[in-house]
């Protein structure tokens, strides 16, 4: 990471680098806490000594790493691994040509059933075990999102009797995680997991015809909703 990227980081972000040495040899000081926080909004990869691999091929394949059910194109995959669609897709190729990435065809419901392609790691590759370790020390970006205010189109058909007012997340949170938890959708559950607070799911396991799988799914989610201190504590909506 170049210093000149760090400092225009810490520019934006209204953080204050301390300098040392005289004025011809300063050198720029970054404290832990500020380490922290530009590792978090940059990245972080190690050193590549052979130099064969770029940093954002490194991030590209972190990120594929960290999605298991794969990702369903070169923009998704840009917006976890934090770097430009055309440089996803430069690396994409590249990496798919040595057999790091794989495409694979699977039929989706995303709103609608559709076959799509999807990028997985190719795990079995003798590059992928030398590499794996590498990948498992990098930190991608944190990139911060607009908060959601409805269920997304590519979970609607888990929603499909469901009037468009009982989408929202404002007002029908406890609904939505009652309607995931019935449905054992894993997308749809990994995605209330990320987006409901914890009332809502404190709700749902306390709803009337859940079976005890369900309920101890529910109070889980919910558990690890109050262990994150970013979410807000909302009255559930039913």
């Given at each position: ?83 430009s ?6 690396s ?81 949170s ?12 894993l ?24 079976n ?27």
């Amino acid at each position: 990471m170049s210093v000149d990227r760090v400092r225009r980081t810490a520019a934006e972000l209204g953080m204050r680098l301390a300098r040392a040495g005289s004025a011809r040899n300063a050198t720029t000081v970054v404290r832990p806490q500020q380490r922290a926080v530009l590792r978090s909004t940059i990245g972080a990869v190690p050193t590549d000594r052979a130099a064969r691999w770029s940093r954002a091929d490194v991030q590209v394949l972190a990120a594929l790493a960290r999605a298991p059910r794969g990702l369903v194109s070169a923009r998704a995959l840009a917006r976890r691994a934090g770097v430009s669609p055309a440089t996803a897709l430069k690396s994409l190729s590249m990496l798919t040509q040595c057999g790091l990435v794989q495409q694979e065809p699977e039929r989706l419901a995303l709103g609608r059933v559709r076959d799509t392609a999807i990028y997985r790691i190719g795990r079995s590759t003798s590059l992928w075990k030398t590499l794996a370790p590498r990948i498992s020390r990098t930190q991608l970006p944190v990139r911060p999102s607009a908060p959601l205010r409805r269920v997304p189109n590519e979970l609607l058909h888990l929603f499909w009797n469901t009037h468009w007012n009982q989408l929202r997340l404002d007002s029908s949170s406890a609904y939505i995680a009652r309607r995931l938890v019935t449905s054992g959708d894993l997308d749809g559950l990994a995605w209330g997991a990320a987006h409901l607070d914890e009332a809502a799911w404190r709700h749902a396991a306390q709803t009337r015809g859940i079976n005890a799988r369900r309920r101890r799914l529910a109070e889980n989610i919910a558990q690890e909703c109050a262990r994150d201190p970013r979410r807000p504590s909302r009255v559930p909506s039913r």
